[in-house]
């Protein structure tokens, strides 16, 4: 039990508010669905129509500075570019495309 909290704990800290709402981003979900970002980012790419960009969107350059700013250090490793966030409502989604058990499981939210 103590994990599970520890769990839900970690993955509230890995959700921001993203243009006026809660979202996460590419590398906290794949670390959440146990797949790389890669990946993730080509499951989505070949499931767009499920993704309109209301719900998913790249950070802008400005919003992924302003992230690092918030949190100190890059907590996401040497990302050059900025990452894809993915709102509430499409993070249930992913778990859709992915077959690995946390995914079918467990949502964030």
Not at 34 to 40: A, D, E, I, K
Request: aromatic share 12%.
């Amino acid at each position: 039990m103590e994990n599970q909290l520890m769990s839900d704990e970690i993955i509230m800290n890995q959700i921001y508010y993203l243009r006026s709402q809660k979202g996460m981003l590419d590398k906290d979900l794949a670390v959440l669905y146990q797949v790389t970002t890669g990946n993730l980012n080509k499951a989505v790419a070949r499931n767009l129509k499920r993704f309109p960009e209301d719900f998913m969107f790249r950070l802008t350059d400005e919003e992924f500075k302003n992230l690092l700013f918030q949190n100190g250090i890059a907590s996401w490793g040497g990302t050059r570019l900025a990452p894809n966030a993915f709102t509430e409502q499409k993070v249930a989604m992913l778990s859709g495309i992915f077959s690995s058990e946390r995914a079918i499981n467990d949502l964030p939210f």
